[in-house]
């Protein structure tokens, strides 16, 4: 079956201690996005992908990094400089990474990380 | 910049009864709009969509209707079920950065048997 996954689901961390979540596709598709999903908040993208080997600042990159070294993977690293780091963490991609012509793309999920750290 | 404002839940209602969420967006140029949904522990999934004026998008018995004149989004359903307990979220695109999807905080409904 083709979808995302993400592991692991329930992510512990200590404070001051980086962390990398896994997000991979088999959807054979260009673009990947990360959002952070906080109570109340509805989503906010963190770092999005429209190609392998490039890769943008969303609306709340700081104290977050990202590579997109191969086209089905997209992992997010949540530094020591991310101020509030506990939050659901999602993964999305869509085929194309360029509007396609302003054509739209449905965003796929993946199920989430839960991260917390303490 | 583009944004979108939802009502505020949580909404609890009876098996049967009918659901609205309201939905208002802020937005250059044409906007898509999405509703997603998110069942408990779960990513998001499409419900449904709409890409231009007055397009209505339908799917499992939820409908929204593009309104450009009054820039709104409304999820319906006429009869909700025990199952359609989550959390439902208002989205949007718009041009040029098509792939780039701007979301509503997302209204949390409960349905009770």
């Known amino acids: 079956d083709g979808g995302i996954t993400q592991s692991p689901k329930y992510l512990f961390r200590k404070e001051g201690q980086n962390v990398t979540l896994s997000c991979e596709q088999n959807?054979?598709?260009?673009?990947m996005y990360w959002y952070r999903q906080d109570p109340g908040q509805g989503l906010r993208l963190i770092y999005y992908?429209?190609?392998?080997?490039?890769?943008q600042k969303g609306d709340i990159a700081e104290g977050y990094s990202v590579s997109r070294e191969k086209k089905e993977s997209f992992p997010l690293t949540v530094t020591s400089a991310q101020k509030n780091p506990t939050a659901f963490y999602l993964c999305?991609?869509?085929?194309?990474?360029?509007?396609?012509?302003?054509?739209?793309?449905?965003?796929?999920f993946g199920p989430g990380t839960r991260l917390t750290v303490t | 910049g583009n944004s979108v404002t939802q009502m505020e839940g949580p909404v609890t209602l009876s098996e049967e009864a009918f659901l609205t969420i309201n939905c208002t967006y802020t937005a250059t140029g044409y906007p898509s709009l999405f509703w997603y949904v998110q069942y408990p522990g779960e990513g998001l999934q499409l419900l449904l969509k709409a890409t231009k004026a007055d397009d209505k998008g339908s799917n499992k018995g939820f409908e929204a209707t593009y309104r450009k004149e009054t820039t709104s989004f409304h999820l319906e359903k006429g009869s909700v079920q025990v199952s359609d307990s989550a959390v439902y979220f208002c989205a949007l695109s718009a041009p040029p950065f098509f792939y780039k999807l701007s979301f509503g905080a997302g209204t949390t409904v409960t349905v009770r048997a």
């Open positions: 999305a991609s869509t085929p194309r990474g360029d509007g396609d012509g302003g054509r739209i793309h449905e965003q796929y």
């Open positions: 992908s429209q190609i392998v080997n490039d890769f």
């Open positions: 959807l054979n598709h260009d673009a």
